[in-house]
């Protein structure tokens, strides 16, 4: 490869929207080639932005899934006492 082909790929070269840093090659083959662009979430930003965005949307996705868990869960305050309630039904013998 030439000097001027080196120079005109880097000019090239996008950056990220969001930091301003030049894209990785593997970063910018995910963002431009076919079969991998469907995975490469927001292509406009650069691979460190878009893992921050893939763990920010995990740990959201925790949140949710754990605030789910404990609106499931019963409230031990909410149990009936023991020999409480229990036995209004019991058959007598």
């Known amino acids: 490869m030439a ?5 005109e ?3 090239q070269r996008p950056v990220c929207k969001r930091c301003r840093q030049k894209f990785t090659d593997q970063r910018w083959e995910e ?8 995975n490469a979430g ?7 932005c ?10 959201a996705a925790d949140v949710a899934r754990a605030a789910a868990v404990a609106q499931a869960e ?3 305050d909410d149990a009936p006492a023991p020999g409480g309630l ?8």
């Not at 927001?42 to 460190?48: D, F, I, L, Q, S």
């Not at 229990?86 to 013998?93: K, N, P, S, T």
């Open 3 to 7: 000097m001027h082909d080196i120079e």
């Open 50 to 59: 878009h893992a921050d965005d893939v763990a920010r949307k995990q740990a």
């Open 86 to 93: 229990r036995g209004l039904f019991r058959r007598r013998a």
């Open 9 to 11: 790929r880097e000019a």
């Open 31 to 38: 963002t431009t080639a076919h079969r991998t662009v469907w």
């Open 74 to 76: 019963p409230d031990p």
């Open 42 to 48: 927001n292509v406009p930003v650069c691979g460190t």
